[in-house]
Nanobody, 124 residues
């Protein structure tokens, strides 16, 4: 297994949109539970959304109906479409992966593989 690679972050104004991507080029197998998390300075890593090996999404409170997680190629690529962004969405966003297809959790402690993160900054 190789690292996860996030991309797509950037700076936008409130109300704007971003699409984050998570790639797993070194993974031999597919169908892993994959999630998006975010972390601001001084705060714990917060679960935003997960998608299991069968494509079922689960959303945390941070998603608020504004974000959509999706996967392709059996979750070798996972995306987070973020709409109606708010300044409070500003954070480093991380892609995490579990060792199997089931999710059942939005806790970062249950995810063992991580990428380096991509910064999202939303200005008012």
């Amino acid at each position: 297994q190789g690292p996860l690679v996030e991309s797509g972050g950037g700076s936008v104004q409130a109300g704007g949109s971003l699409r984050l991507s998570c790639a797993a080029p070194g993974y031999r197998y597919s169908g892993y539970c994959t999630g998006w998390f975010r972390q601001s300075p001084g705060k714990e890593r917060e679960g935003v959304a997960t998608i299991d090996g069968w494509g079922k999404p689960t959303y945390g409170p941070a998603a608020e109906g504004r974000f959509t997680i999706s996967g392709e190629n059996a979750n070798r690529n996972v995306y987070l479409q973020m709409n109606s962004l708010k300044p409070e969405d500003t954070a480093m966003y991380y892609c995490g992966r579990r060792g199997g297809p089931t999710c059942h959790t939005l806790s970062a402690a249950d995810f063992g593989s991580w990428g380096q993160g991509t910064q999202v900054t939303v200005s008012s």
